[in-house]
């Protein structure tokens, strides 16, 4: 069982898109189907697809933090302050699967660091879309449409 949408977009992916100053329906909604799409909100953190809520691989990881996060250093000190003081150091990808908050701001990165057209917040195929390219670009819209019927679609409120 993973985590309740309700309780993930408001204690996690809201404040999160929050302290990075990127406040946005679409991105919690989006976030939220993404969590819902990659690993039922939690309920499985880890297999050969990636990391935690998101499923991340950590070449992933590591080619945002090189190509992306190391050319904004305000933003990377940012994001980095989500992460473990000590463990980040020892285990940097291990922060995907146990720290909620620093893995939401990375797969919000990876969005970011796309550079797409963000659907509106209701609109179900244009995040699928959305969804596909950044996160899994062999997944069909038909997956993210599904993960979020079973996952989410009974929140009253996304964002």
Not at 37 to 45: F, I, M, V
Not at 65 to 75: E, I, S, V
Not at 102 to 126: C, K, R
Request: net charge negative; proline share 5%; hydrophobic share 45%.
């Amino acid at each position: 069982m993973g985590i309740a949408a309700s309780d993930l977009c408001e204690l996690v992916i809201r404040p999160t898109l929050l302290y990075l100053r990127r406040p946005s329906p679409t991105a919690e909604a989006l976030l939220l189907g993404a969590a819902a799409c990659q690993s039922a909100l939690g309920s499985a953190l880890d297999d050969k697809l990636g990391r935690g809520l998101y499923r991340i691989s950590d070449e992933r990881h590591q080619c945002l933090w090189d190509q992306h996060l190391a050319h904004d250093p305000d933003l990377a000190s940012q994001v980095r302050g989500l992460a473990s003081q000590h463990a980040f150091l020892a285990a940097p990808h291990l922060e995907l699967t146990v720290n909620l908050r620093y893995a939401t701001a990375i797969a919000w990165m990876l969005v970011e660091s796309s550079i797409l057209v963000m659907p509106a917040a209701d609109d179900l195929i244009g995040m699928a879309m959305v969804w596909r390219q950044v996160f899994r670009p062999d997944g069909s819209p038909r997956e993210f449409l599904d993960a979020w019927r079973d996952h989410v679609s009974g929140l009253s409120r996304v964002a």
